[in-house]
């Protein structure tokens, strides 16, 4: 099958990706095995160009997911998750992009700022009396993240470990 005939298939998987839920990459991988290997998909050969635009829809998914953790807004509503899995998640794509040659830059720019802004917005919150912390994890878990997003100690907001739970 040619690149072009090979196209619409890899769309359609590559929305799924696009739309997964919380791992990325087991869509990812369910989209693959369609492709190639399910006896009910149309059995592709896939190359290195082929497989990019699943493999960028992965680490855009999680760009997603880790950026909607990461924004005041969505603190009380369903789809949140916390700082704590933002982390996670911030290391499922860090390990993805390593393993797939991917460029990681641009996302760690972007996540960084976004922690950033968003320990900066709960802390006024909390300041205020606005509402309590929604932080979910210990200081050394965000110290953590922080360091794997390039950030150091004096790039957040002083006096954010208040935000912490005490463990």
């Known amino acids: 099958m040619d690149r072009k005939s090979k196209q619409?298939?890899?769309a359609e998987e590559?929305?799924?990706v696009e739309h997964s839920?919380?791992?990325p990459e087991v869509a990812y991988h369910s989209s693959l095995y369609y492709l190639t290997e399910d006896p009910e998909g149309p059995a592709l050969r896939l190359d290195v160009d082929d497989t990019l635009p699943l493999k960028l829809a992965v680490a855009e998914r999680y760009?997603?997911?880790i950026l909607r953790d990461l924004k005041s807004q969505n603190r009380d509503k369903r789809i949140y998750r916390?700082?704590?899995r933002c982390?996670?998640?911030w290391q499922r794509l860090l390990k993805f992009c390593t393993r797939e040659n991917m460029e990681i830059a641009t996302y760690r720019v972007e996540i960084a700022a976004g922690l950033q802004s968003f320990l900066q917005h709960e802390l006024a919150d909390v300041q205020s009396g606005r509402r309590s912390s929604?932080?979910?994890c210990p200081v050394q878990e965000i110290e953590k993240l922080a360091g794997s997003l390039g950030l150091?100690?004096?790039d957040l907001p002083e006096g954010w470990q208040v935000l912490c739970p005490i463990k």
């Open 87 to 89: 982390s996670v998640n």
């Open 82 to 84: 916390g700082v704590a």
């Open 14 to 16: 590559n929305f799924m």
């Open 63 to 65: 760009r997603t997911i």
């Open 152 to 154: 150091l100690k004096a």
């Open 8 to 10: 619409p298939l890899i």
């Open 21 to 23: 839920e919380e791992i």
């Open 134 to 136: 929604c932080v979910n």
